[in-house]
C-alpha cells in the first residue's frame, strides 16, 4: 500500500512560483500535504498549482509580496480560510543581486533585507496563531552556505539576510518548543534555478564550481526538497533549532 508521508498536512510554501520552493510544493502535494502556494510570481504560481493537480494533488496560489506585511497576514489568512489548518511553514522566497559592497545602495540593501530578512519574520509571526490553533507545527527556513562562508559573487545583504535566517530559526524555535513548533534551517549549496542561471540557461563558471564540490556537482532543487521533506516529516521529531548543511561537502576542504 502506498504510504504518503504528509496526509493531514497544510503547509504554506513561499517561493512556490520557481526553483527550490516549487520543487518542495510538488514534494509536499505527492505526500499528501495541501499546499499554500506564496510568491509574488503569480504566472509562476499557477504553472505550479497546475502541475500539482495534473498529479492529483491540491494546493492554492496566493500571490504575495513579503517585504510587506500587511500582504503577508491576508495571504496566511487565505491559506487559513481555505484549508482550516496550517501546520507547515517553508519559508523559501528570496532576492539576489551581485553588485560589489561599494556598490550597493542604500535602495539595494534595503530592497534585499526589506525581502529574505523581513519577509521571513513576518511570515513567522503571522503563520504562529494558526500554527497554535492547528495544534503545532513545522518550519523550515532557507539560509544559504555563503550565510557561513561569505560570498566572493553574492551582495552583502544577501549574505546577511541569509544569517538573518538562522538567527531567526534559532529564536522561534527555543520560543515555540513548548507550543510543539520544530524551527529548523537548511543552507544549500550552488544549486540548479533561475536564482544562479547568469543569463543563458546556464549556471556561471560551471565546471570551477563543481571541481570544489566533493561530491562533483552542483545540487538540484530535488536535493534540497528532500531534506526538507525529512526535516518536516515525523522522523526528525526531536530536531529543532537546527542549521542543515546540504552542499556536496563542499566546505570539508575549506574550500
Ligand atoms: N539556488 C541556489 O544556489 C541557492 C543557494 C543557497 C541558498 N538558496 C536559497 O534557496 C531559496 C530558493 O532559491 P531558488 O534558487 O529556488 O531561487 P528562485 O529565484 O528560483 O526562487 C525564488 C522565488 O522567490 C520569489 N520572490 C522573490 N521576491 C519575492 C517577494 N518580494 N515576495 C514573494 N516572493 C518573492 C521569486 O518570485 C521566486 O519564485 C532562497 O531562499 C535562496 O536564498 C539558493
Not at 492554492?60 to 497576514?73: G, L, N, P, R, Y
Not at 524551527?183 to 540548479?192: D, Q
Not at 530535488?222 to 516529516?233: G, K, P, Q, R, T
Request: glycine residues 10%; proline residues 2%.
Amino acid at each position: 500500500m502506498e504510504c504518503k508521508r504528509l496526509l493531514g498536512d497544510v503547509a504554506a510554501v513561499t517561493g512556490a512560483a520557481s526553483g527550490i520552493g516549487k520543487q518542495i510544493a510538488l514534494t509536499f502535494a505527492r505526500e499528501g500535504a495541501k499546499v499554500a502556494c506564496f510568491d509574488i510570481n503569480k504566472a509562476g504560481l499557477d504553472a505550479t498549482v497546475a502541475e500539482i493537480a495534473a498529479n492529483g494533488g491540491e494546493a492554492i496560489a496566493v500571490e504575495v509580496d513579503q517585504s510587506d506585511s500587511t500582504q503577508v497576514a491576508a495571504a496566511m489568512k487565505k491559506a487559513w480560510d481555505e484549508y482550516g489548518k496550517i501546520s507547515i511553514l517553508i519559508n523559501c522566497a528570496a532576492a539576489i543581486n551581485y553588485k560589489p559592497l561599494q556598490d550597493t545602495s542604500d535602495e539595494d540593501w534595503n530592497r534585499i533585507m526589506s525581502i529574505n530578512a523581513n519577509g521571513y519574520f513576518f511570515c513567522l509571526r503571522e503563520v504562529y496563531p494558526y500554527m497554535k490553533k492547528s495544534g503545532g507545527g513545522r518550519i523550515v527556513q532557507f539560509s544559504s552556505s555563503t550565510a557561513l562562508s561569505g560570498s566572493g559573487f553574492a551582495n552583502i545583504a544577501y549574505t546577511a539576510s541569509k544569517a538573518a535566517a538562522i538567527g531567526m530559526s534559532k529564536h522561534a524555535a527555543g520560543l515555540w518548543a513548548k507550543d510543539n513548533i520544530r524551527v529548523n534551517t537548511i543552507c544549500p549549496g550552488l544549486t540548479e534555478t533561475p536564482i544562479t542561471d547568469s543569463g543563458d540557461g546556464k549556471v556561471k563558471d560551471r565546471e570551477a564550481h563543481e571541481k570544489a564540490i566533493p561530491l562533483g556537482r552542483i545540487a538540484r532543487p530535488e536535493d534540497m526538497a528532500d531534506v526538507v521533506l525529512f526535516l518536516v516529516s515525523d522522523e526528525s521529531r526531536y530536531i529543532t533549532g537546527a542549521t542543515i548543511h546540504v552542499n556536496g561537502g563542499k566546505y570539508i576542504y575549506g574550500s
